[in-house]
């Protein structure tokens, strides 16, 4: 029992949060671009350009608001090269995605060591020069809810705060009714006057805003640096998390949730439970495939998925 | 086509990395030629690699050699950049951490007339020099120190890759702290199975927060970058970390407690100046608490954190290894 209550607990809950927040926002991001139509593998590089933003912008100047911003532009601006190869030139959209994801294992360091003759990872930030922990006024003195929601990162508010967003954005705006529209059958959306390549543009773009600031989450939010490759595999969970929630914001937010917090308790199993580490840590994914396989049913994406739009002359 | 495509790529991208790294130079002069080819967490890891990169910089400042490095990006590209150095005849090539012995065995044995290092790797080859710590007694002396500071009775250490050479320091410190204090829990924990927990900071600092909730006030991390996760944690919290490898009390200065120092600078250092010296020679060469070869790190950032009593208290048992007195568990040796 004792060691029941010392994986399951509140802190286990929090800790949930903690680890979702990057894992929502890239998800989110990649549903944009992906209900739009062009697939998006590249939200790990578009994290890790974020991330690596956030650390050496914070660095330089000592303000992490003005890290965080230039993060969600780094996220914006390599997202706009998978749009114009992708939608523009009609590129292979896994091919480019592959190509970004590869380009920024690299670009960090090389950077890095223009500006901090280092070869991978920037300076560690004083505490103060992190994003700050927010303490919700009217949250904080409920017992429970307190120590599940506060005192976290702004980017975890923003992150939950996306979840309702996205999902009016999606289903209650024109936007979103265009962006679903060129993910499913672009030719009928371009008959009825939509601009096919506009609306995927808007798409992608926001799948890198969103990305680039889930990766700042992870160098000035939860750390205090950027060190190489430091997303450790996290835009591919979100990507799984993503078809896992079948292309439905709700539905992404509760696969981050459900890594987030196999993560966790895998964090809090070991040395508690006499399991082998290799065992606990292959959890999250055992659980997954057999979800998928077994619970879920077919994950339907969006029809016009991975296809470049040709007008017809 | 687009499968072709993704192959065509993919290939180009995994050799990338290899051969960018390397630049052709060949004027050096009649200097000896050294190369050091760094393990996946990077020169800047603050801690290992740091240390051998400080090692090798100063033998390049003091002895007339010409220094080339390499850090590979991953894993794969190790092999091609050793034999990068091993085809242009280098004098001496190094090869930092123990995921390149298995990679070294099979180059040195291709190339028996260059002289090889391994750092934490046991290789049998006559050309090949091993350098191994005894992270275990160091590990002792920390551990000995966590026990006499914590509060609580309660200690953690967070390991990076769960391999023997880690479960060294492991079992050196959990041995140190219960020497110091029977009674004292000491939780163990890992960030992954693979290369990539050395580079994994936010679960470094979620294994940390999960031991500060259990109680623990002091932690000891053996973990590349994602150990530098774990002083955030402590940071943040307003606990206790011990540092690795390198001296890393300036890290985080005040909550530091100490480090575990690792001398893999003087080792390397040593080993060049052998070589230049013409005394190079293959077999093991074991750095221990009896030649500074590990040590722990007393300095301004970290004095006001460590009484008096508990120095004696740390050098005495130090003597009492040296000597034989006491026995540390060699966790690699064992198996």
Same mark, same amino acid.
């Given at each position: 029992m004792e060691t029941l209550t010392s994986i399951i607990n509140l802190s286990l809950l929090a800790s949930m949060i903690r680890i979702s927040t990057p894992l929502i926002l890239a998800a989110l991001g990649g549903l944009y671009s992906e209900r739009g139509g062009v697939i998006n593998i590249a939200l790990e590089g578009i994290m890790l350009s974020g991330a690596f933003t956030a650390a050496a912008v914070t660095a330089l100047y000592h303000n992490p608001w003005l890290g965080l911003f230039s993060a969600a532009i780094a996220g914006l601006l390599v997202s706009l090269i998978h749009a114009v190869a992708s939608? $523009?030139? $009609? &590129?292979?959209q896994v091919v480019v995605g592959t190509a970004i994801n590869i380009l920024f294992l690299g670009v960090p360091p090389l950077v890095s060591g223009a +500006?901090?003759? =280092? @070869?991978g990872s920037t300076p560690q930030l004083p505490r103060e020069q992190t994003l700050p922990d927010w303490n919700i006024p009217l949250i904080d003195r409920i017992p429970v809810l307190s120590q599940l +929601? =506060? *005192?976290?990162?702004p980017i975890v508010f923003l992150a939950l705060l996306m979840v309702p967003v996205t999902h009016y954005i999606l289903f209650r705006t024109r936007f979103g009714l265009r962006l679903r529209a060129v993910g499913e059958n672009p030719e009928a959306a371009d008959t009825a006057g939509v601009s096919v390549e506009k609306i995927r543009y808007a798409g992608v773009l926001l799948s890198g805003l969103l990305a680039g600031i889930g990766g700042a989450y992870l160098s000035i *939010?939860?750390?205090s640096l950027f060190t190489r490759?430091? @997303? &450790? *595999?996290r835009g591919f969970i979100a990507l799984a998390a993503l078809i896992f929630g079948k292309w439905n914001p709700l539905g992404a937010f509760l696969a981050c949730l459900f890594f987030g917090a196999a993560e966790a308790i895998s964090i809090r199993m070991q040395g508690v439970v006499a399991i082998p580490v290799q065992f606990i840590q292959i959890i999250p994914y055992v659980v997954t495939l057999v979800v998928l396989a077994g619970f879920i049913g077919r994950a339907i994406?969006? $029809? &016009?998925?991975g296809q470049p739009y040709v007008k017809e002359k | 086509m687009k499968r072709t495509g993704i192959l065509i790529l993919l290939c180009v991208a995994i050799s990338l990395p290899a051969c960018s790294s390397l630049r052709h130079h060949?004027?050096?002069?009649g200097r000896k030629r050294v190369g050091i080819v760094f393990d996946?967490?990077?020169?800047?890891?603050?801690?290992f690699n740091a240390a051998a990169w400080v090692g090798v910089q100063r033998a390049e400042k003091e002895l007339p050699i010409k220094l080339r490095n390499v850090e590979p #990006?991953?894993?794969?590209s190790i092999e091609p950049s050793m034999r990068a150095f091993a085809e242009r005849g280098y004098d001496l090539i190094i090869g930092v951490g123990f995921a390149q012995a298995p990679i070294m065995e099979q180059v040195s044995h291709d190339y028996p007339n260059l002289n090889f290092v391994i750092i934490d790797g046991l290789i049998d080859n006559p050309n090949v020099a091993s350098l191994i710590f005894k992270e275990h007694e160091g590990s002792f002396l920390v551990g000995m120190i966590a026990a006499k500071t914590t509060k609580t009775g309660k200690v953690g250490f967070v390991g990076g890759m769960d391999i023997p050479l880690i479960h060294k320091f492991e079992t050196g410190y959990a041995e140190g702290a219960r020497y110091a204090d029977p009674s004292i829990q000491v939780f163990e924990n890992y960030? #992954? !199975?693979?290369?990539a927990a050395w580079n994994n900071p936010g679960k470094g600092k979620e294994l940390a927060k999960a031991q500060i909730e259990r109680g623990a006030d002091v932690i000891f991390q053996a973990a590349g970058n994602s150990g530098l996760g774990v002083f955030d944690a402590v940071e943040e919290t307003n606990h206790l970390a011990i540092g690795v490898?390198?001296?890393?009390?300036? !890290?985080?200065p005040g909550f530091i407690l100490t480090s575990m120092i690792k001398r893999v600078d003087v080792a390397v250092f040593n080993t060049v100046k052998e070589l230049i010296e013409g005394r190079f020679s293959g077999g093991v060469h074991l750095y221990g608490l009896e030649n500074e070869g590990v040590a722990y790190a007393l300095d301004d950032y970290n004095r006001s954190l460590i009484s008096q009593s508990v120095i004696d208290e740390v050098d005495r048992a130090k003597k009492e290894i040296i000597e034989g007195r006491i026995k540390v568990t060699d966790a690699m040796a064992a198996k």
């Open positions: 939608i $523009r030139f $009609r &590129a292979n +500006l901090f003759q =280092s @070869t +929601l =506060s *005192g976290h990162k *939010g939860q750390n490759n430091m @997303t &450790a *595999g994406p969006p $029809r &016009a998925i | 060949d004027e050096d002069g996946i967490g990077g020169k800047d890891d603050k801690s #990006g991953d894993p794969t960030v #992954g !199975v693979t290369d490898d390198s001296n890393q009390n300036w !890290v985080k």
